[in-house]
């Protein structure tokens, strides 16, 4: 298997090797199971309806209180390739091949500097990032986005723009578009290109769990490769 994962990797690109790999951890969070049918026990004319359940409220969560996965919970169908070198300021979105539809999970891993975008499986983007600095590090663990603001200004950095912003935890951290150049790093936010930050905001709703690592890598053996 280590083989593969380096033949993978190898032929994906730096990032997915890690990337790819970190996108289904957050499947195991949510279990869907199928309920049979109730028997009818009575005439459809005096049998009433039972009100849908409200959905559960996403818990907020602050930078210490990521949730726990299981590396072990995810399959990932397909990691877009990625030719040559990819630097600061990169990015990649490719959503031909994958489906229209099905759940999102964001995967970042602080070590290789890199985000990915999963939905139902399959890499739809991947960017080069910002991350926190030694005095204001970004948190590690799964966080679901809890609030989306296309137009955003920092209330605690010099009214600083934060565009296409999406809030994990309720002390401030942000996947956020940012001028992503080397040397460069934030208060513990997730920086991104501007244009991909966009891209992001269009395809991800609230509650879709975010998993930051620093280097975890999951199995990636048997995704396809390409776009």
Known sequence: M????????????????????????GLLVTNWIDRPAAEETAPAATTAAAPAPAPAKTVERSSDQGMAVDPDALRVKRVL????????????WDEHGAPAAGRVI?????RAQTLSVFRAGYEIGAAVILYGATD?????????????????????????????????????????????QWGRGTHGCIGVP??????????????????????????????QVGG
């Open 2 to 25: 280590a083989g593969l994962l380096k033949a993978l990797a190898k032929s994906a690109g730096p990032k997915l090797a890690i990337g790819a790999g970190l996108a289904g951890v």
């Open 81 to 92: 390739k990625i030719d040559g070198p990819f630097r600061h300021g990169d990015y990649v």
């Open 194 to 223: 501007k244009e991909f930050a966009q891209k992001l905001f269009g395809v991800t709703k609230l509650g879709d769990l975010v998993v930051i690592t620093n280097g975890k890598m999951l199995d990636v053996s048997k995704a």
């Open 106 to 110: 964001i995967t970042v891993d602080l």
């Open 136 to 180: 204001k590090p970004s948190p590690l663990g799964a966080f679901p986005i809890m609030a989306k603001h296309a137009d955003y200004y920092s209330r605690t950095y010099d009214n600083a723009p934060m565009p296409f912003a999406q809030r994990l935890t309720n002390d401030g951290v942000f996947i956020h578009g940012s001028d992503v």
